[in-house]
């Protein structure tokens, strides 16, 4: 099978892990246990829910002023521009804050898809969308990231599901991919792999 396009996740994936999503939490008041950040505002009124997004919308910021670029993305992405393989960027982050991080690093991102744009991972929405955008089948496709979400999300959408193991909790999100790589430039194996099996 050729792979025509890969979509990446931004935080963490592109980019070096920043975040600390517990502290964030318990700035905007929640329980460091509660669920992922994005769902919890959702339920939240409308006082409350804009004083969070002022907390998250400062700290996705300071993540992009401060990002640095995982080892071989660069490499990465130049290479699958060089073989005409589509390069998406799917983040439950906003779209200004991914290309935000593709001026500040002089990257090339061929489409984004960010949280304004529709349902968020693990919602299948951003994989089908970027495919569409691309012309190009989901089998055909590859997800990578360093969460869980990517892979349900690429999982679902009948995508090829990449783990970045860069995370504390990668050991039991790996269960979820299809492959598991330790640095991003193993995509470019996974590709040649699929290319060959073809052949």
């Not at 396009?5 to 964030?24: H, K, M, N, Q, R």
């Not at 495919?131 to 999982?155: H, M, P, R």
Request: glycine share 8%; with cysteine; net charge negative.
């Amino acid at each position: 099978m050729t792979i025509k396009a890969v979509i990446f996740d931004l935080d963490g994936t592109i980019t070096e892990p920043y975040f600390d999503f517990d502290a964030i939490r318990e700035e905007m008041g929640l329980d460091r246990n509660v669920g992922p950040i994005w769902e919890e505002m959702e339920k939240m009124n409308p006082q409350r829910r804009k004083r969070t997004e002022q907390i998250l919308h400062f700290h996705e910021q300071r993540a992009v002023e401060e990002s640095t670029l995982n080892d071989g993305t660069r490499e990465t992405l130049s290479r699958l521009g060089q073989a005409g393989i589509h390069i998406g960027i799917l983040t439950r982050n906003r779209k200004e804050n991914a290309l935000a991080v593709a001026k500040m690093h002089n990257l090339q991102f061929d489409a984004i898809v960010g949280r304004e744009d529709g349902p968020v991972k693990p919602d299948t929405f951003g994989v089908l969308e970027l495919c569409s955008k691309f012309g190009v089948k989901a089998a055909e496709t590859i997800v990578v990231g360093d969460f869980l979400f990517d892979l349900q999300c690429a999982n679902a959408a009948g995508a090829i599901s990449v783990l970045l193991k860069n995370n504390k909790m990668a050991d039991e999100f790996a269960e979820h991919a299809d492959f598991t790589i330790e640095k991003i430039s193993g995509v470019l194996e996974i590709i040649k792999e699929k290319k060959e099996s073809v052949n």
